[in-house]
């Protein structure tokens, strides 16, 4: 078969690629997206539970984790979320606000697939499934790729393969391994967005309460977030958890705060002063779900050591191991579930390979690197999508 000379070869066609594409094609240029998968954007399928977190309204450089926090504000400030909105609302996508400025499709994560297939489709971007990339090789006037369905040669080749995350949903760890060939550095990677496995007697605590939820404040590395907090029969799970699962490294503790914005040395006092005779245990499940009150007390040897003691008898040092528990919860995870069923990896190609102009390498003409295999790792609620959008967007404009 000849050889197919193109403008741009993009392998991965998901949220990043996709977009890279639509971006060149508008500009003219002849594009082939080449993915492995025998569909495009599964990710972008599976995501939000099914609508898709798009983008978040309140979206900042400071959302993003990267070797280089720099790194990720110029390509932000030039494709925003508005421009996304702008995007959803121009293909009549309807969509709404669930919370914390997370935009959802109404109906399903296909409309964004669609917009961004009809995007590719009207500036002729060509779109291939089933093609695996069997080899790269760089020469003075480009790339030759030979792929499961034929050569191509092209000045231009974007990798858009993303990261490590669900394995079974065609993620593999191809963009560092071209990242690799060509001797660019690579930052640790960690499955990030994850829920945290608990062992010995925390994972019998979890274990007993699976399936109860609560809000709560979570810390790791001086990074608070107020979000909900879910037991599982593994260990943590919830918002809060995959929040700080990006900060978090093995060996560190993890904060809880079960009151979140309350201050539970202070409404100790106050029902003291009402001068109520309900037990503790009473008042505070009209805070928090009874079980896990009870549990999170027997837990912590505060079932015996306040039993039969009303309010006014607690001491200054009771009152204290009480907000220890529910207000300073520590604990240290022993793992995290890891990319099974992580929603993204952190790390990956060092920015400080590529430019954050252009996504080009630095040391290797017509090689961009977007999207998630790029070491800038968003928090949970848009922003990861938001980075492909992004990061995609601004290398269309020079590929
Ligand atoms: C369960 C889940 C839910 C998520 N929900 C959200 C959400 O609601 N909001 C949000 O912002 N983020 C969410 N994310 C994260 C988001 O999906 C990713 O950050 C985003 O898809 C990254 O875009 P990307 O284009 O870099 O990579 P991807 O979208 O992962 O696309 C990479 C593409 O490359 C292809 N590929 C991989 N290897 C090869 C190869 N060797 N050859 C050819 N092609 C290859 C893959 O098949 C895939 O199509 C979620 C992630 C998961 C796992």
């Given at each position: 078969?000849?050889?197919?000379?193109?403008?741009?070869?993009?392998?991965?066609?998901?949220?990043?690629?996709?977009?890279?594409?639509?971006?060149?094609?508008?500009?003219?240029?002849?594009?082939?997206?080449?993915?492995?998968?025998?569909?495009?954007?599964?990710?972008?399928?599976?995501?939000?539970?099914?609508?898709?977190?798009?983008?978040?309204?309140?979206?900042?450089?400071?959302?993003?984790l990267?070797?280089?926090?720099?790194?990720?504000?110029?390509?932000?400030?030039?494709?925003?979320?508005?421009?996304?909105?702008?995007?959803?609302?121009?293909?009549?996508?309807?969509?709404?606000?669930?919370?914390?400025?997370?935009?959802?499709?109404?109906?399903?994560?296909?409309?964004?697939?669609?917009?961004?297939?009809?995007?590719?489709?009207?500036?002729?971007?060509?779109?291939?499934?089933?093609?695996?990339?069997?080899?790269?090789?760089?020469?003075?006037?480009?790339?030759?790729?030979?792929?499961?369905?034929?050569?191509?040669?092209?000045?231009?080749?974007?990798?858009?393969?993303?990261?490590?995350?669900?394995?079974?949903?065609?993620?593999?760890?191809?963009?560092?391994?071209?990242?690799?060939?060509?001797?660019?550095?690579?930052?640790?990677?960690?499955?990030?967005?994850?829920?945290?496995?608990?062992?010995?007697?925390?994972?019998?605590?979890?274990?007993?309460?699976?399936?109860?939820?609560?809000?709560?404040?979570?810390e790791c590395r001086g990074q608070r977030?107020?979000?909900?907090?879910?037991?599982?029969?593994?260990?943590?799970?919830?918002?809060?958890?995959?929040?700080v699962s990006n900060y978090w490294h093995?060996?560190d503790p993890v904060q809880?705060?079960?009151?979140?914005?309350?201050?539970?040395?202070?409404?100790?006092?106050?029902?003291?002063?009402?001068?109520?005779?309900?037990?503790?245990?009473?008042?505070?499940?009209?805070?928090?779900?009874?079980?896990?009150?009870?549990?999170?007390?027997?837990?912590?040897?505060?079932?015996?050591?306040?039993?039969?003691?009303?309010?006014?008898?607690?001491?200054?040092?009771?009152?204290?191991?009480?907000?220890?528990?529910?207000?300073?919860?520590?604990?240290?995870?022993?793992?995290?579930?890891?990319?099974?069923?992580?929603?993204?990896?952190?790390?990956?190609?060092?920015?400080?390979?590529?430019?954050?102009?252009?996504?080009?390498?630095?040391?290797?003409?017509?090689?961009?690197?977007?999207?998630?295999?790029?070491?800038?790792?968003?928090?949970?609620?848009?922003?990861?999508?938001?980075?492909?959008?992004?990061?995609?967007?601004?290398?269309?404009?020079?590929?």
């Amino acid at each position: 078969m000849p050889i197919r000379e193109v403008d741009c070869v993009i392998i991965g066609g998901g949220a990043a690629g996709l977009m890279c594409a639509a971006a060149a094609g508008q500009r003219g240029r002849s594009v082939v997206v080449l993915d492995h998968a025998n569909k495009v954007g599964k990710k972008i399928l599976m995501s939000g539970g099914g609508r898709c977190n798009f983008t978040n309204l309140f979206a900042t450089p400071a959302n993003y984790l990267s070797g280089n926090p720099h790194f990720c504000k110029s390509a932000l400030s030039r494709y925003t979320q508005h421009d996304f909105i702008a995007l959803v609302e121009k293909h009549g996508v309807p969509y709404h606000e669930k919370t914390l400025g997370q935009l959802f499709c109404d109906r399903k994560s296909r409309d964004i697939l669609d917009l961004l297939l009809a995007e590719c489709a009207d500036v002729g971007a060509e779109v291939w499934t089933d093609c695996a990339v069997q080899r790269i090789r760089r020469h003075d006037a480009g790339f030759d790729l030979h792929t499961a369905l034929g050569d191509y040669r092209c000045p231009s080749l974007v990798i858009a393969t993303g990261g490590l995350s669900i394995p079974r949903m065609g993620a593999t760890g191809f963009g560092y391994q071209v990242a690799k060939q060509f001797g660019l550095k690579l930052t640790p990677r960690e499955a990030a967005l994850v829920p945290f496995t608990l062992k010995g007697r925390l994972l019998s605590l979890a274990q007993g309460l699976a399936g109860v939820a609560l809000p709560v404040i979570a810390e790791c590395r001086g990074q608070r977030f107020p979000e909900a907090l879910l037991f599982t029969h593994k260990g943590l799970s919830g918002p809060a958890i995959l929040q700080v699962s990006n900060y978090w490294h093995p060996g560190d503790p993890v904060q809880i705060d079960f009151l979140p914005g309350q201050d539970l040395a202070a409404l100790i006092s106050e029902w003291r002063a009402d001068g109520s005779r309900a037990e503790l245990s009473t008042r505070l499940s009209r805070l928090m779900p009874k079980g896990f009150v009870q549990a999170w007390l027997s837990h912590h040897g505060l079932e015996s050591a306040l039993a039969g003691k009303h309010l006014a008898d607690l001491s200054q040092a009771d009152v204290s191991r009480l907000c220890d528990a529910f207000q300073r919860w520590t604990c240290v995870p022993d793992g995290t579930e890891g990319y099974a069923t992580a929603e993204v990896t952190r790390g990956g190609v060092d920015t400080a390979e590529v430019s954050s102009k252009t996504f080009e390498a630095r040391s290797v003409p017509g090689l961009y690197f977007i999207g998630e295999v790029l070491d800038v790792t968003g928090w949970l609620g848009g922003y990861n999508f938001q980075w492909a959008w992004a990061s995609g967007w601004c290398a269309g404009q020079y590929v």
